[in-house]
């Protein structure tokens, strides 16, 4: 198999362990880089059916010595890892800057070095800002209207540049709003059906905000797919094009959890109004046309799947404080 060998950095993730397990059970040989720590602490891997399969190695993503000894070996390489809390990153700008743009640059730098055959950069929907038309396309101007947002842009840009100045074999896979079991409750799915599971109030920002949501499994998919299929130097968005307001959202889980829970709108979870991207609704037809990608699972069947795996874990989830 040709590039038989991956690196996915942020592999213990919500996002990255989903991958993780994916490639392994299509055969490849993958590599789980994620942050060190004293424990040896593997997260969403820990108890995988695959862990014995997988190779792991902790060190820093923002560290170049971590990055480079990481690489040595590998014939591709998924970069998820990233700060991605959008509150966040009003309060700690320098972390995204450290953490989102000199990690890419440690993973570029280090390919460059390596001649690594393909390295495929995670971007986000959140580069776009507010829709300028809808839906949006790959060619939509870019507009950082928070500090995450303005770090992914650059991390996209300098692999833009690699790409162009070295001919880095690099590609960018810009997802909208992935889902599913195992996502931190900073997210505002997992939010709701938390808080519908264990309370009667669910607390929500911006209620008529429009998002685009994409079940975690055929994102993994949209992966395999670009890797296999998509040129290099290449952007391309993953969604399904179909959005979805917050306050809809949340009727669509109060019915799947059974759940009388009423809504309470709280300032503390809205961003500042300059910030909020008001719509995001992916233009999905490049990867349609590009790929063999056909995602596999509406918003009901996710959210519903999402829903079970929450059940099994909802006692031991603090929904009482909001964690930013």
Known sequence: MKNNKILITGATGFIGSHLAEFLTEKGFNVVAFDRYNINNDYGWLNKS????????????????????????????????????????????????????????????NAGKTLNTQEIII???SETYGSAQYIPINEKHPLVGQSPYSASKISADQLAISYFRSFNLPI??????????PRQSLRAVIPTIISQCLNSNVVKLGNLHTKRDFTYVLDLCSAFLEIKQNSEFGEITNVGMNQDITIDNLFNKIIKITNSKASIETELLRSRPTSSEVDVLLCD?????????????????????????WFKKYSKEIDINHYHI
């Not at 999905?284 to 519903?304: A, V």
């Open 122 to 124: 995670t971007s986000t």
């Open 171 to 180: 590609k960018i896979i810009r997802p909208f709003n992935a889902y599913g």
């Open 49 to 108: 059916k695959y862990k014995s399969d997988i190779e792991f190695i902790l060190g820093d993503i923002r560290d170049y010595d971590s990055v480079i000894n990481a690489m040595q070996g590998v014939d591709a390489v998924m970069h998820l890892a990233a700060l991605c809390g959008i509150p966040y990153s009003y309060v700690s700008p320098m972390a995204y800057l450290r953490t989102n743009i000199e990690g890419t640059m440690n993973i570029l």
């Open 284 to 308: 999905n037809s490049k990867i349609l046309k590009t790929t063999n990608w056909k995602p596999q699972y509406n918003i009901d069947e996710g959210l519903n799947i999402t829903v079970d």
